[in-house]
Nanobody, 120 residues
C-alpha cells in the first residue's frame, strides 16, 4: 500500500505559475498526474518513470508543464507555467507498480486531489 499526499494547488492568474508536489510513502515504478475539470472526464497530464526519469506529457501541456522527481524524498513535482483558464481542474497524482503510461488503469494508488484555479 502506498499513500500519496499532494500539495501546492491554489488560485493564480492566467500566465502565472504553480508547482504541485506529491509525496509517496514508499518507492514506486512510475507516477503520473491527472486532472479533472467540472463536468469532464479525468484526463492524463504527465508521467515519469522512477528508474530513469523518462517523462511524457499530453500535448496541450507539453511545452508548459514539467514533471520531475526527487528520489530521496519519494516525491514527484509538476511545475506548471503559463497557466491558462482551461488548466483549471482538480489535479491528482497517482502511483503505479504495473507500468508507465497515460491510462488511469495502470495506477493503483491515487492522491486526494488538489484544486488549481486559473483566472482570466
Amino acid at each position: 500500500q502506498v499513500q500519496l499526499v499532494e500539495s501546492g494547488g491554489g488560485l493564480v492568474q492566467a500566465g502565472g505559475s504553480l508547482m504541485l508536489s506529491c509525496a509517496a510513502s514508499g518507492g514506486v515504478f512510475s507516477m503520473g498526474w491527472f486532472r479533472q475539470a467540472p463536468g469532464k472526464e479525468r484526463e492524463f497530464v504527465a508521467a515519469i518513470r522512477w528508474s530513469d526519469g523518462s517523462t511524457f506529457y499530453v500535448a496541450p501541456v507539453k511545452d508548459r508543464f514539467t514533471i520531475s522527481r526527487d528520489n530521496a524524498k519519494n516525491t514527484v513535482y509538476l511545475q506548471m507555467n503559463d497557466l491558462k483558464p482551461d488548466d483549471t481542474a482538480v489535479y491528482y497524482c497517482a502511483a503505479s507498480f504495473l507500468g508507465y503510461g497515460s491510462s488511469p488503469g495502470i495506477y493503483e494508488f491515487w492522491g486526494q486531489g488538489t484544486q488549481v484555479t486559473v483566472s482570466s
